[in-house]
């Protein structure tokens, strides 16, 4: 077997960012899915969102499932914290490693099987409890790694390379985040960087639980005449909100000139000013995003962009009340402080 390696010198003239960093700083190892595939795009989309912000790689923890999608943070941030969890647990490893500290940034890449089948549950509960994570679903609506079978997100009526017909309703994972209370809510298209690269980066700042469901077509099963998750099929139904752009540094009040812009000030004082192609559409409002989807679906569109984001989000770590400074860093007199302190505890409540 041969393994190509990418050299590890780089040309000296290559563009660095404030850290000192290059954006091949931020890659991983040489990609072994197929070619063409829309996961190698979304892992290009971080590795240029990461870089673009000027994130420590070090600072930066990657955590996967199982599938074609769960195999690529090795091609992204090879310089950070991983680990690959088992088929659909990916939130609940993850939710472990924020609670034991809260100071990495956490990335969960998953998949359309990972996330919607075996892993729903483990998926709803990290969007209801708001875990402060990045969970990005690469979404393809098939099985790349078991021959192309149906995915619990693959659409009613869509039909397969084998010519065989979906009869089931699909799961719309968007729709799921809103319900169970995500507080940043996006879907996108891997073959539109435009668009992701600035969610990516919105969400990355997003304190709290970002969910992005991203089409990711998968060019070996189903990318095909038929299929409604195939390249041509989304580029012809993609129905946009608006354009985002994220504004790291604000030089004074940013612009706000029209009823079609809109302006989020995020906590670490960077602004997202969403460019709406509707002016009556609200970033804000949970129960008009999830209406706005159903009706664009209704009419055979995809909603894609910023679908919904809470002003004012709260994390797990807020509704446990636990301590700013990370668990792991604690020693065992604060983490195991007694007999009388555990009686304490119990007496409170009898």
Do not use: W
Not at 207 to 217: K, T, V, W
């Amino acid at each position: 077997m041969t393994f190509i390696v990418k050299p590890k010198l780089h040309h000296p003239d290559l563009h660095k960012n404030a850290l000192g960093f290059t954006r091949r700083d931020y890659e991983g190892t040489i990609s072994t899915l197929c070619a063409g595939c829309g996961h190698d795009s979304i892992s290009a989309a971080i590795v240029r969102a990461c870089f673009e912000m000027d994130l420590p790689p070090h600072r930066i923890a990657k955590l996967s499932g199982i599938g074609c999608s769960s195999k690529t943070p090795t091609y992204f941030l090879g310089a950070s914290h991983g680990f690959n969890s088992v088929h659909g647990r990916m939130p609940s490893v993850l939710t472990g490693a924020n609670l034991a500290n809260r100071d990495l940034i956490y990335l969960g890449v998953s998949g359309d099987g990972d996330s919607a089948s075996i892993g729903i549950g483990q998926f709803a509960h990290a969007m209801r409890r708001g875990v402060n994570m990045v969970y990005i679903v690469e979404n393809n609506g098939v099985y790349g790694l078991t021959k192309g079978q149906f995915s619990a997100t693959s659409d009613k009526g869509a039909k397969s390379k084998r010519g065989v017909i979906n009869s089931s309703e699909p799961v719309d994972l968007v729709a799921m985040a809103l319900l169970l209370g995500a507080t940043f809510v996006a879907r996108s298209f891997s073959g539109d960087k435009a668009q992701l690269v600035p969610l990516i980066e919105a969400a990355l700042k997003h304190e709290g639980a970002a969910f992005i469901d991203c089409i990711s077509p998968c060019v070996a099963f189903n990318n095909h005449e038929g299929s409604t998750k195939s390249l041509d099929y989304v580029r012809e139904h993609n129905h946009a909100v608006g354009t985002l752009d994220v504004i790291a540094h604000p030089q004074g009040a940013p612009e706000h000139d029209s009823a079609r812009v809109q302006l989020i000030t995020q906590p670490d004082g960077s602004v997202l000013r969403l460019s709406k192609l509707d002016s009556d559409y609200d970033i804000h409002d949970r129960t008009a995003a999830m209406h706005h989807i159903e009706s664009r679906r209704a009419l055979g569109e995809i909603v894609t962009g910023l679908l919904y984001v809470d002003p004012a989000p709260e994390d797990l770590h807020a509704q446990l009340h636990t301590t700013d400074k990370p668990l792991n860093s604690l020693d065992e007199s604060v983490l195991c402080p007694g007999s009388a302190a555990l009686a304490k505890i119990n007496a409170s409540f009898r």
